[in-house]
């Protein structure tokens, strides 16, 4: 089965970090062990780091991560006018 790794890099406002981690962290609860998800805390940034279903991955990065976003850009800073909220790396994971 392939498998694709997401690292989204996320800049919370002060004020709103340990909120968004702590979101960042039950996101990624009660998943498959076979699609893991990491939270990194790295100075002012929270990063995720997700495996997906390659097969799934378009549809339901679509629908869950941009409706989840949706509901949190208020705690965000943007990191410029064209990534805004997030920095997304994806590629196709090699094990």
Known sequence: MAKKLSIIR??????HYEAFLNDVIENGKDRDPEFP????????????????????????????????LDERRPMLQEYDPVNRHTIPLSGDLVE
Do not use: L, S, T
Request: proline fraction near 5%; hydrophobic fraction near 40%.
């Open 10 to 15: 996320f800049k919370p406002k002060p004020e």
């Open 37 to 68: 998800h990491f939270c990194v805390r790295a100075g002012d940034e929270v990063i995720a780091v997700v495996v997906r279903d390659a097969d799934n991955f378009e549809q339901k990065a679509q629908d869950g991560v941009v409706n989840w």
